[in-house]
């Protein structure tokens, strides 16, 4: 088989426009994102991903008209867009185990999280633990990739657009994380806010009692026993979020903004 130079140029321009797309996904998006897996395995799973794009969509194999560096900058951002609607739904997590952390009295207890390399509370570190389980289990993964391939049906490799009602339904869904931490935290926080007045009423009732020594480590165990209670509504109300994020996603692979 002899491959000449403007063939060779034509699969390079394809795949290049396609890399950049997916490779902007993956490193943004949850699991594969993760500073736990090395760069080399990103960049691997980047190309795989590529070829198999490649060869399954028959409409990638035209090659694209242009594909400057705004033709690049687009398929990057628009990639960078999808990976942080779906990645934004663990900071959710994330933000709502901060306010619980807070409110049970564990806000000084830490942990290095893998995913972002910052501190965060080790009860956002626990809700974002399960959710990554439930991710895999209902084949989030899968419906993500899925998701890309979708987006060049729509919008083949150097054709990516991001206009401005994509822009500003971006911006509408930066406030979602804030309304969606809310949602998750909200049981245990107004739990834990009763269990702070009580002990607020004891201490007015009997100021000789030391709550530093008695409220703290009954706080915790009451804030544990209520992280216990309300964490069987975490897997209904992540795969709520996850379904919402995968709507606004694919709305903006298919530039239906």
Known sequence: MLINAVELQEWLLRFIGIFARVGAALMVGPLFGSNLVPRRIRLMVGVAVTVLILSAVPALRSTPATLGPLQLFREVALGAALGFVVQSVFDMLTTAGQAIGLSMGLGFANLIDPQHGTSTPVVGQLYVLLALLVYVALDGHLAFLQLLVDSFRAMPAGGARLD??????????????FSGALQVALPAVVAMTVVNLAFGVISRAAPQLNLFGIGFPLSVILGFVTLWITLQSLTPTFTALFEEAMQLAGDLARGAT
């Open 164 to 177: 401005e009602p994509a822009v500003a339904a971006l911006a509408g869904w930066g406030s979602r994380i």
